[in-house]
């Protein structure tokens, strides 16, 4: 006979996680689509107006603000010491980086969410990285993930860490050095389901995707990946009692399961240069690439195994024109929306079929976009690198309900919480919200 303890654990055990809706805890929000549903952010703001507070950022980072409860956490890196001459490429063919000659501080900071208050700042680790990064990028571009108790910190090759929520290193984890494509840095966040934190590490060395416990940082399982660089962060896929881990690439998209590391089933058709991050919502996973050749795939994951083909029924849809290439889409409800590599072109396509009912939508007051699409209150809110976020309707005609712009650059995605949207700039941290 099952002892009552026994019993309570393990239906703990097999009980589907659920997410905290109402906070913005990773890379991609509660429910890992770009959607907050209990957030309702303003629609309009500048630097005088629904400002509730801004704070200067140190040193230089793209990851995306994470806020839990009363605190908002980024991750940065602080150039140090004298400048040196500039270390030579490791991959030959690299283009558009940024100089390598400094030392760099890699940090964690929390600030009070009330107020914009900084309430501790951790350095974790100093080093020269051994390779440079583009110079629209930079070396803290992973987001942090958290689940109230435990903060980690993807740093790529300068290690991972795991903070309490006071800022003290519980543990942290060298993978050694990641050799990325054309020298463009390292992008990829951390993903936590339950007692699991789930790394994807693909560069130009040997690749894998790794599974580490929360609680002390052993490793749990490692699965080798015939691929190369991508910048695309690993999804946890849940329905019923049944979860996977889907990580895209450029040979395969793959599921694995997530107690052992196994491939369950596996689909081919993106470009290299995977940077998109997929999104999942009722048994369907998307996910899109652009880069030599454009690529988009809605998969029926819960019905999917094996080698998925082209006249496998759990491949629902191809697209192969204006598929989205930096920004990750934005899953809300029944529709996809997503930019045009990343440009200022907006598409919506149904999330079962792929069919696009409009034509795309050409987005005035915007350009370039790096952050991904985020949905709240029924609103879409995009931000570019020229400072300006335009908030649009969701709805089959999406119409422009505000243009803003604020005096910084945006690439990383903002956070949706509660009646504020704080946004990462290059200098400054923001938190918008009705007077």
Same mark, same amino acid.
């Given at each position: 006979?099952?002892?009552?303890?026994?019993?309570?654990?393990?239906?703990?055990?097999?009980?589907?996680?659920?997410?905290?809706?109402?906070?913005?805890?990773?890379?991609?929000?509660?429910?890992?689509?770009?959607?907050?549903?209990?957030?309702?952010?303003?629609?309009?703001?500048?630097?005088?107006?629904?400002?509730?507070?801004?704070?200067?950022?140190?040193?230089?980072?793209?990851?995306?603000?994470?806020?839990?409860?009363?605190?908002?956490?980024?991750?940065?890196?602080?150039?140090?010491?004298?400048?040196?001459?500039?270390?030579?490429?490791?991959?030959?063919?690299?283009?558009? %980086?940024?100089?390598?000659?400094?030392?760099?501080?890699?940090?964690?900071?929390?600030?009070?969410?009330?107020?914009?208050?900084?309430?501790?700042?951790?350095?974790?680790?100093?080093?020269?990285?051994?390779?440079?990064?583009?110079?629209?990028?930079?070396?803290?571009?992973?987001?942090?993930?958290? %689940?109230?108790?435990?903060?980690?910190?993807?740093?790529?090759?300068?290690? /991972?860490?795991?903070?309490?929520?006071?800022?003290?290193?519980?543990?942290?984890?060298?993978?050694?050095?990641?050799? #990325?494509?054309?020298?463009?840095?390292?992008?990829?966040?951390?993903?936590?389901?339950?007692?699991?934190?789930?790394?994807?590490?693909?560069?130009?060395?040997?690749?894998?995707?790794?599974?580490?416990?929360?609680?002390?940082?052993?490793?749990?399982?490692r699965a080798e990946r015939?691929?190369?660089?991508?910048?695309?962060?690993?999804?946890?896929?849940?329905?019923?009692?049944?979860?996977?881990?889907?990580?895209?690439?450029?040979?395969?998209?793959?599921?694995?399961?997530?107690?052992?590391?196994?491939? /369950?089933?596996?689909?081919?058709?993106l470009s290299r240069n995977? #940077?998109?991050?997929?999104?999942?919502?009722?048994?369907?996973? /998307?996910?899109?690439?652009?880069?030599?050749?454009?690529?988009?795939?809605?998969?029926?994951?819960t019905e999917a195994k094996?080698?998925?083909?082209?006249?496998?029924?759990?491949?629902?849809?191809?697209?192969?024109?204006?598929?989205?290439?930096?920004?990750?889409?934005?899953?809300?409800?029944?529709?996809?929306?997503?930019?045009?590599?990343?440009?200022?072109?907006?598409?919506?396509?149904?999330?079962?079929?792929?069919?696009?009912?409009?034509?795309?939508?050409?987005?005035?007051?915007?350009?370039?976009?790096?952050?991904?699409?985020?949905?709240?209150? %029924?609103? /879409?809110?995009?931000?570019?690198?020229?400072?300006?976020?335009?908030?649009?309707?969701?709805?089959?005609?999406?119409? #422009?309900?505000?243009? %803003?712009?604020?005096?910084?650059?945006?690439?990383?995605?903002?956070?949706?919480?509660?009646?504020?949207?704080?946004?990462?700039?290059?200098?400054?941290?923001?938190?918008?919200?009705?007077?």
């Amino acid at each position: 006979m099952i002892q009552l303890p026994l019993l309570l654990a393990l239906l703990l055990q097999s009980a589907e996680v659920k997410p905290h809706l109402d906070q913005w805890p990773q890379w991609r929000g509660p429910l890992g689509t770009g959607v907050a549903p209990h957030a309702d952010p303003p629609v309009r703001w500048s630097e005088t107006e629904n400002l509730r507070w801004k704070t200067a950022l140190p040193g230089r980072g793209h990851s995306s603000p994470v806020v839990f409860g009363e605190r908002v956490f980024v991750t940065t890196a602080v150039p140090f010491g004298e400048p040196v001459a500039p270390r030579p490429a490791l991959d030959p063919g690299s283009h558009d %980086n940024a100089p390598l000659t400094q030392a760099w501080r890699f940090e964690v900071l929390a600030y009070d969410r009330a107020d914009g208050s900084l309430l501790w700042r951790r350095a974790v680790k100093e080093e020269f990285p051994h390779q440079a990064a583009h110079e629209s990028a930079g070396f803290a571009s992973p987001s942090p993930v958290t %689940n109230g108790e435990r903060l980690f910190a993807s740093f790529g090759s300068r290690g /991972i860490f795991c903070l309490d929520m006071e800022g003290a290193v519980l543990w942290e984890k060298d993978l050694g050095d990641m050799s #990325v494509k054309h020298d463009h840095g390292e992008g990829s966040s951390p993903a936590l389901y339950g007692d699991s934190l789930l790394l994807n590490w693909d560069h130009e060395g040997d690749s894998f995707v790794l599974a580490l416990d929360e609680a002390t940082g052993e490793e749990r399982w490692r699965a080798e990946r015939d691929e190369v660089t991508s910048w695309s962060s690993p999804l946890v896929v849940s329905a019923g009692d049944q979860q996977q881990l889907v990580v895209a690439g450029s040979q395969r998209v793959r599921a694995y399961d997530l107690e052992t590391g196994a491939v /369950i089933w596996e689909c081919a058709g993106l470009s290299r240069n995977v #940077v998109a991050t997929p999104v999942a919502a009722d048994g369907r996973v /998307i996910v899109g690439s652009s880069y030599e050749k454009q690529a988009m795939l809605g998969i029926q994951w819960t019905e999917a195994k094996g080698d998925i083909t082209t006249d496998d029924p759990a491949l629902l849809w191809v697209r192969r024109k204006s598929t989205p290439y930096v920004p990750s889409p934005l899953l809300y409800g029944d529709a996809v929306y997503f930019l045009h590599h990343y440009q200022n072109t907006l598409s919506r396509v149904d999330a079962a079929t792929g069919d696009e009912p409009q034509r795309p939508f050409r987005l005035s007051g915007i350009g370039n976009v790096y952050a991904s699409l985020v949905g709240a209150a %029924n609103r /879409i809110y995009i931000s570019d690198l020229s400072g300006a976020t335009l908030v649009l309707s969701h709805g089959r005609k999406p119409r #422009v309900l505000g243009l %803003n712009q604020l005096d910084d650059s945006f690439s990383a995605t903002p956070a949706a919480v509660g009646d504020a949207l704080f946004l990462r700039g290059d200098h400054w941290l923001y938190c918008l919200a009705r007077d």
